[in-house]
């Protein structure tokens, strides 16, 4: 019997969506897919070919060279997830910067962007076993998906965990400015056009705020089990 399923997790920017994504596929051996990593990865694109600079963003541009895009994911079995490769390089460290945060949720209102990503994240989970992480997934890509968590957190308690993690990793940033960035994309992600960032109606909402890793793990593990036997 198949009783593999496909648990979808949406919310905003740093609410802990991968760690607990990571934890989850861990935990069931499934396949993890963090699809901010590819939205990251089409920015940075965008970046390197000066087609999204600090005075404008040519989308038209971005457009004609999506077809030169080539997004994948390769297992690192020492780190226990998928890295990121744009057109076949390693961008796994380069798309985590404010300043790649800072330009990817306008790459992210393109439709053009979001339709070759989505029909991209649903040919990698069709075969159900997935955690995927994103904004869309439970509403767009997956909207069958036998369990949904849509996570929440304050914009303050988002802002200092992006924060330690950004200073952990020795990138100059104040926090005003990391808070600045995430209530900038709180505010695209959920007004964008195509897409926006919504709760679908069959999602199991979580703030984890007050929750630390492992009492979240726990919370979301009970509901995986209840969806797995519901199958
Ligand atoms: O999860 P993240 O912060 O790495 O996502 C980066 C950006 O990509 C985020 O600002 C919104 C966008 N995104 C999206 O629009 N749809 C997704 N499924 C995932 C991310």
Partial sequence: ????????????????????????AKQLGYIYVDTGAM?????YFAMQNNIITPSGFDKTALVAALPSIQLSFQYNAELGFAEMYLNNENVETQIRTIEVSSYVSKVAEVSEVRAKLVEQQQEIGKNKGIVMDGR??????????????????????????????????????SYEEVLKNVVERDYIDTHREDSPLIIAE??????????????????????????????
């Fill in 202 to 231: 069959d999602a199991i909402e979580i703030d984890n705020s007050y929750l630390n890793k492992q009492e979240q793990f726990d919370i979301v593990l009970d509901l995986v089990n209840e969806a797995i036997k519901d199958c």
């Fill in 136 to 173: 869309d997934i439970g509403t767009v890509v997956f909207p069958d998906a036998e369990l949904k968590i849509f996570m929440t957190a304050s914009a303050e308690t988002r802002a200092q965990r992006r924060f330690d993690e950004l200073q952990a990793k020795g990138d100059q940033v």
């Fill in 1 to 24: 019997m198949n009783t593999k399923i496909t648990i979808a997790i949406d919310g905003f920017s740093s609410t802990g969506k991968s760690t607990l994504a990571k934890q989850l």
């Fill in 39 to 43: 939205y990251r990865a089409v920015a």
